[in-house]
């Protein structure tokens, strides 16, 4: 039960029954998927059983039309699971990748992809990231050539979500070459096993590990015009508006971890003897966890205000933005005070908050980095 006025009831229905699944499906195999490097099929087809997958897509896909709301308090329960890498396996698919289909899909194209979107059997990712191109999403060079009524598309792309076992691709790629910066980018949809359309390897990283992070290489990829989503060239907009979305639910999944880490770290301390009381009875630490709650507090709110303002179709660059740069912080400052309160025992595998630890450096970098964010707010003050 979540007692802000941002949630209806129906919403923390939903909260329950999310927080159910991932008790059930998520908790008990969470570490055996992290020494696999993979999260099973079935947890998505599962997923998309309860309906979790297609939430905000419309009935006629198998979706239930529900707004942004919906996706934060799917983001803030995947973030309480304790596993980075299937929290960001999930999201990317649900609120980072499809919407790119779903918001500018043609009827013929969503008859065709979303309802195995929505039920899980499709597992989607989105391209747009590359190794000399991060944040600055319009130094691409991942490009496509028209040829006929194919595209052929040629470049690699780096960090990508699902990219090992996914089976949907939502590619950025340059399709006016002369145009100058974020103009002249298109995104097509391409599916696994397409010719020419290879995963070049699967990244070692320092967290996430049961997500499978891959680069992906696309090697004279043909690519039918009926699968170009939105307007050729217009491509670079069309992933900016979805950063808003992305970057909330990314705050979202942050605040859920913390606030999970806070709690776990109560637990240990309050129970951990040390000179004749427990931990607990130390101020330092008393009021470390405190101020750190009040933070997580503030972030929480400032992610549903944002989501509120994203789900009403304002403009919310600033306010989202300020989710990103402002959680993605501060989950790193409460995972780093938890270890510590954890002592030795948080240096361990078998702790959760070691784990989290490192799961939430990826938080200040990934769709966007701090700084970059921070740009956005400067832009807006
Ligand atoms: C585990 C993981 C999963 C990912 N999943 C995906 C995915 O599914 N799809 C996808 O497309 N991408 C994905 N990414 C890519 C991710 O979004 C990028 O790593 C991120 O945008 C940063 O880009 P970069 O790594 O090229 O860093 P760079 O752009 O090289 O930046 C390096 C650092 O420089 C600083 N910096 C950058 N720009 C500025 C600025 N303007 N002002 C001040 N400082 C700045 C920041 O501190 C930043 O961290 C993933 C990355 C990781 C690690």
New binding site residues.
């Given amino acids: 039960m979540n007692n802000s006025p941002y949630f209806s009831e129906e919403l923390n229905m939903l909260r329950d029954q999310i927080r159910r699944f991932i008790e059930k499906e998520v908790v008990p195999n969470g570490e055996a998927w992290e020494e696999a490097g993979k999260v099973p099929r079935d947890v998505f087809t599962k997923m998309g059983q309860l309906g979790i997958l297609g939430m905000r897509y419309p009935e006629a896909y198998g979706g239930s039309g529900l707004d942004t709301m919906a996706s934060v308090v799917l983001a803030e329960e995947l973030g309480r699971c304790t596993f980075g890498g299937f929290s960001?396996d999930a999201l990317?698919h649900t609120d980072?990748?499809s919407p790119h289909l779903a918001n500018v899909g043609t009827p013929e194209q969503l008859a065709r992809w979303m309802p195995s979107i929505t039920s899980g059997e499709k597992v989607c990712?989105?391209?747009?990231?590359?190794?000399?191109?991060?944040?600055?999403?319009a130094g691409m060079r991942t490009r496509a050539v028209q040829d006929g009524d194919d595209w052929v598309l040629n470049g690699t792309?780096?960090?990508?979500?699902?990219?090992v076992y996914g089976d949907l691709f939502f590619v950025?790629a340059k399709t006016d070459l002369e145009a100058k910066g974020s103009r002249g980018v298109t995104i097509f949809a391409v599916e696994k096993g397409t010719p020419g359309f290879t995963v070049g390897k699967r990244?070692n990283?320092t967290?996430?590990l049961c997500?499978d992070?891959a680069e992906l290489i696309f090697d004279n990829v043909r690519v039918p015009s009926e699968n170009i989503l939105g307007e050729v060239n217009k491509g670079f907009y069309a992933i900016m508006k979805n950063f808003q979305n992305e970057r909330t639910v990314l705050g979202a999944m942050a605040m859920g971890e913390a606030a999970k880490a806070i709690e776990l770290t109560l637990e240990y301390v309050k129970n951990r003897p040390a000179f004749g009381g427990v931990l607990w009875d130390k101020q330092a630490i008393r009021q470390r966890l405190s101020e750190r709650s009040a933070q997580v507090e503030a972030g929480r709110q400032l992610t549903y205000h944002a989501a509120w303002m994203d789900a009403q179709g304002m403009d919310c660059v600033k306010e989202v933005s300020m989710v990103k740069a402002y959680c993605g912080d501060l989950v790193n400052k409460v995972l780093y005070d938890c270890v510590q309160f954890h002592g030795g025992m948080g240096y361990m595998r078998e702790t959760p908050v070691e784990r989290m630890s490192r799961d939430a450096r990826?938080q200040?970098?990934?769709?966007?980095?701090?700084?970059?964010m921070?740009?956005e707010i400067a832009k807006r003050l």
């Fill in positions: 960001a990317v980072m990748a990712a989105v391209a747009v990231t590359e190794a000399g191109a991060g944040s600055d999403v792309k780096m960090f990508i979500t699902n990219g950025a990244l990283k967290g996430w997500s992070t990826i200040a970098i990934g769709g966007g980095a701090t700084e970059v921070l740009e």
